[in-house]
């Protein structure tokens, strides 16, 4: 039986465009689906949180002269275009995959609401979550934060590039010191970055853990959600 029965993870958008400077890499997609294919024949109900950096990333578009507003919201389409692209090759490995968003767009996706997601993951399906929060000054860290309180998530898992929390950026700085397990009150006193402040919140005020690892290195989300090793870093309440 699987450590985890119900997860979400949040994968940024960066993530998916591979060693491009932006767009999708198919590679990236397949390789991401093999992994995830794991958790569902294993029976893991599992929620998606993706990012749109690879796309378009509102408060970039900020700083280059769009509306503030206006860009988190093409930042938010953003996120429905990955989503849709993994919806494509996950479906293409047999899993079958249903997106949510925080914008309604007919025909391509439903409105998220707590009710839907829940009942799609009691069906066998896997949940792809875009759009946000449907709100612009909102990261998607924050709607996946959101999402796992809403769908009751044993976890947010989040994929990133490091293999964990590091006392300092360990691409940066070689003497960095990687956290196996720190608390979220540690998180707060070290100024370490893990999520941003609205989304670590919410996850510290509901109890709700969070693991960072390496979504890179084949089988680590395996090791994590159905054997239960300790993979990254888990950050959790004392």
Avoid: W
Wanted: with cysteine.
């Amino acid at each position: 039986m699987a450590k985890y029965k119900r997860i979400l993870l949040k994968l940024s958008g960066e993530s998916l465009r591979g060693d491009s400077l932006n767009g999708l890499d198919p590679q990236v997609l397949n390789s991401f689906s093999k992994e995830i294919l794991s958790l569902y024949r294993a029976g893991v109900e599992i929620a998606i949180v993706i990012g749109g950096g690879n796309i378009f990333r509102g408060i970039e578009g900020h700083s280059k002269g769009f509306d503030r507003v206006q860009g988190d919201y093409m930042g938010m389409l953003a996120t429905v275009i990955n989503g849709m692209a993994m919806q494509y090759t996950f479906e293409q490995h047999d899993m079958p995959t249903r997106i949510l968003s925080g914008m309604e767009i007919d025909p391509v996706c439903e409105k998220m609401s707590r009710r839907r997601a829940i009942e799609y993951l009691e069906q066998g399906k896997v949940i792809i979550v875009t759009g946000g929060t449907g709100n612009p000054y909102f990261t998607t860290d924050t709607a996946a934060a959101l999402r796992a309180v809403e769908i009751k998530s044993q976890v947010i898992i989040k994929g990133t590039r490091v293999d964990g929390v590091y006392s300092d950026d360990p691409e940066k700085n070689p003497d960095a010191l990687k956290f196996d397990t720190i608390s979220f009150d540690d998180v707060y006193k070290k100024k370490l970055k893990v999520m941003d402040m609205t989304a670590f919140t919410i996850c510290h005020e509901n109890n709700l853990p969070i693991i960072v690892f390496n979504m890179n290195k084949e089988n680590n989300l395996s090791k994590i959600v159905i054997e239960g090793k300790n993979v990254g870093t888990i950050v959790k309440n004392d």
